[in-house]
Structure formats: C-alpha cells, structure tokens
C-alpha cells in the first residue's frame, strides 16, 4: 500500500479492504477487513460460497468477479474466523497491472437480514444512551467533589490552620500542623479525581487544550509524553465528538502506564480530510496480537463506534503499543 495520506484514508474505512494476488494470498487488509473477516496477511482469502460450489470451465477463474469484471458488486457468504460464515456485498478490481502477477483489490461490506439490522441499530441507540447516562453520573459526581467535597475540606484545613496559631504547646502544634498538610494533600486527591471524572477545561476550552494539559500531567522524571497536533486551540466540536475523543486518549494512556511498562508516549490528535486522526503509541513491552480485548480496549472500540468511526490496536512484542481511531467528521463539527 502506498505511505500516508492514502495509507490512513483506506485504514479509516468502515468496508474491508483487501490487497491480495491472483492465487489470494493477502498482501494487505485495513482495520476494518480483519474485524470483519477475522482473515490475516500472509494467509489465502477463502472463495466465496457460491463461487467454492459453482462449475468452473478451462481456463476459467473460480471467483465470478475475477471472471467477470463487469459485475460491479457481489453478494455471497464468505468464511470468516471460529468456522463461522457472514454474507458480504463484494467489489474486485485490479491494483495495478491486470496481467499475470497483477494484485487485486478486494472491498468487502457486511449486508444485514432486516432482522439482524433492526438489532444492530437498536443495540447502537442502547450503547450511545448508556455511554451518554455514564457521563452524565461522571459529570455529577465531578461537580459534587468541586463544589461540596471541596469546599468542606478547605473549611476543614483554614480551621486546622486557625488552631495551630493559637497554640502554645509545640508537640500540639505540629499535630495540627501535619493534620493540615494531610488535608492538603486529600484536597488534591479530590481535584485530581474530579478532573479524571469530567475536565472542566473540556466544556470551556475544548478537546486540544484539555488533551494538551492532560498529558503535560503526565510528564514525569519517569515518563515523557508528547503531545502533536494541526488542530487550532480554538477550534471546537460536537460535545459527543470531544468527549469521547478525550475518554479513548485517557484510557489509552492510563492502559499504557499501568501496563507497558513505558517510559514515552506520543499522543496525536490530527484533522485531514473530513476526519479526526487519534493516536497514542508507547514504548513498552508491547502484546502478543490477538490477545484478549480487555475492558479497556472494549470501551475504546464502543467509544469509536458510537462515533462512526474505526478503532484498531496494532503491537509487537518488544516493541510497543499504538491505539489509533479515526472519526468522521460532518459539517457541523461532527
């Protein structure tokens, strides 16, 4: 596949795409096509049901596409990962050099029973509102901790402070003086797990200033993490759109110094071509792919969903994590 930008606009693509030979062997498939299809490069792309069961005459090629390149689309089951089957919409069209030793380009769509899709997007309205429901409990408690928790324990701390300079026992006074400086520090406890709950600066300043100072919390003496974007400070977008952006970032940072074992991380937040270009990769240790998608990664991939958009995980061992997601972008900011 040629480099970016073409490399990230076929990556982004809710249909698989599939770069294979003339005998399938997979030379490349984007996101979308392994989630699809389960299928990995190096392997053969499996015929689809109708063309595997059909007479094929001499010289003849198995698949009806490849046979026939007049036929704009397809549609067949294909076997896809655990035995299972799925029906797809199917396109083919040639790479470059039609010829012998030519690639193809195989595009792929998922076609739904009526059933099946009134399900799907019943279980999508469920997903969105459930996410909207959590935020809103977030945004609540976060608002409780600012403006209650807060306010008690700075009470608590001017009149522990107040009693210290009133006393003439030194032992007394160095009680109340650590008992101060306790309290202090709950009081940052608590504003640190405000922000964690619901950013403020997410409301009134937007998605790349938030983003921005949430990694410079992040930069320690132990861990470097560096934030890129081409997005203007000003710029704003849907509500939606910033805040599940910003929950996918924060969990895949949080994921990755919990359990890289990292010492660096590049966060990116690009705009190109209509879309929103999320990356953070790491240093660390890295994974052994396919793992098994924990509750982190899960929420990350509903987030992206609900978004319209794709998320994918690529890792080695040794050598690091990336989570990327890209996200549509409508004319009003979403």
Request: proline letters at 4%; a neutral charge; charged letters at 25%.
């Amino acid at each position: 596949m040629a480099e970016d930008p073409f490399r990230a606009l076929v990556d982004g693509m809710k249909e698989g795409v599939i770069v294979m030979d003339r005998d399938r062997t997979i030379h490349y498939m984007n996101p979308a096509a392994e989630a699809l299809t389960g299928w990995r490069v190096g392997e053969r792309a499996p015929y689809c049901a109708y063309c595997t069961a059909r007479s094929v005459l001499p010289g003849e090629e198995r698949c009806l596409l490849a046979q026939n390149q007049s036929l704009p689309y397809f549609e067949s089951e294909m076997a896809v990962y655990r035995g299972k089957h799925r029906s797809f919409q199917m396109s083919l069209a040639p790479m470059s050099d039609p010829g012998e030793g030519g690639r193809l380009v195989l595009l792929i769509r998922t076609v739904l029973p009526k059933e099946e899709d009134h399900k799907w997007r019943l279980s999508q309205l469920l997903l969105r509102e459930t996410i909207a429901a959590q935020e809103a409990e977030r945004r609540r408690i976060a608002r409780e901790l600012h403006d209650n928790v807060s306010q008690k324990l700075f009470s608590a701390y001017l009149a522990t402070h107040g009693i210290r300079m009133r006393l003439t026992d030194p032992e007394l006074a160095k009680y109340c003086h650590n008992v101060a400086e306790t309290l202090q520090e709950v009081m940052e406890d608590v504003k640190a797990v405000s922000r964690s709950l619901h950013p403020a600066t997410l409301d009134l300043l937007g998605i790349v200033p938030t983003v921005r100072a949430f990694c410079r919390q992040w930069s320690s003496h132990t861990l470097r993490c560096d934030f890129d974007t081409n997005i203007p400070d000003d710029r704003r977008y849907a509500p939606d759109l910033e805040l599940n952006v910003y929950r996918i970032i924060q969990e895949a940072t949080v994921n990755a110094v919990k359990h890289a074992d990292c010492t660096k991380l590049d966060v990116k937040l690009m705009e190109d071509d209509h879309r929103l270009l999320v990356q953070v990769a790491d240093n660390g240790k890295g994974l052994r792919l396919p793992a098994a998608e924990g509750l982190g990664i899960r929420h990350m991939r509903e987030r992206a969903q609900v978004l319209g958009g794709v998320f994918w995980l690529t890792s080695e061992l040794g050598r690091g994590t990336t989570v990327q997601c890209t996200v549509p972008l409508r004319g009003d900011g979403w």
